[in-house]
C-alpha cells in the first residue's frame, strides 16, 4: 500500500469515528449542558441556582431531590414510652416502610 491510501484509510476512519460521536452527543444530550437548576426544589424561595455540568452531576441532583421529597427508606421512629402504665419510660425503635 502506498502512503496516500494510508491517508485515505484514515480521513474515512476519522469521518466514521466524527460521526458516531456525533450520535452518542445526540442521544446524551451533552450538548445541552450546562443547565441551570433550582438546588432544592421543595423550597420555593431564597433558594439559589446550581449550575449542573454533565450527566453524572444531572444524577446527583436527581438522587438529592427525590431523596428530599420522599425522605429516607425505611422510616425509623423511636417512642420514649410504649407502657403507660408501667412506671418510667420504656422507650422502643419501630422502623417501618414509607
Excluded: H, Y
Amino acid at each position: 500500500m502506498n502512503c496516500c491510501a494510508d491517508v485515505r484509510r484514515l480521513i474515512q476512519m476519522v469521518a466514521m469515528l466524527q460521526k458516531e460521536v456525533s450520535q452518542i452527543k445526540r442521544r446524551t444530550g451533552v450538548d445541552e449542558f450546562p443547565v441551570s437548576v433550582p438546588q432544592l426544589l421543595l423550597k420555593d424561595r431564597g433558594n439559589s441556582i446550581v449550575r449542573i455540568q454533565n450527566i453524572p452531576e444531572l444524577i446527583s441532583w436527581v438522587a438529592k431531590q427525590l431523596d428530599a421529597l420522599v425522605g429516607e427508606l425505611p422510616g425509623e421512629m423511636e417512642i420514649e414510652d410504649i407502657d403507660p402504665q408501667t412506671e418510667g419510660n420504656q422507650t422502643k425503635k419501630f422502623k417501618f416502610p414509607t
